[in-house]
């Protein structure tokens, strides 16, 4: 992933925002809508679109466009630069492989600990029943 040809390719749509600010609010556009287009991008390769259409399925339009917004300040510099760091967060946390999981026994001793440790609970839980007259 070329971050640097990511920013150069992603657009920028600014929107009034709700939140602090009061009268400021209602006058200046503050909140920060980016757009990022994972089917034209050339900064990705297609391995990388792949694993992030996959895995980012429920946040990819129909077109293939990811889409973030942010309007925690009221700076629309602050929002833009928030937005862009998640973004880039998004890409390079999805785009990570997993390793595989290797499959393992428990050892001999924490088996019988276990086996133990639920004698000891069933002893428990039977001594505080009445005893049984027959």
Known sequence: MNTEQLISELSFKAIRSSGPGGQHVNKTASKVEVSFNLETSEALS?????RLRSKLSTKISSEGV??????????????????IERLIELLQKNLKVAKPRKKT????????????????????????KPPKID
Do not use: Y
């Open 46 to 50: 297609e391995i990388e679109k792949e």
């Open 105 to 128: 026994k428990p050892s001999k001793g924490a088996i019988e600990r276990r086996l133990k440790s639920k004698k000891e609970h069933a002893l428990k839980k039977s001594n505080r």
């Open 66 to 83: 990811i889409t973030l917004q942010c309007g925690e300040t009221r700076s629309q510099h602050r929002n833009k630069a928030i937005v």
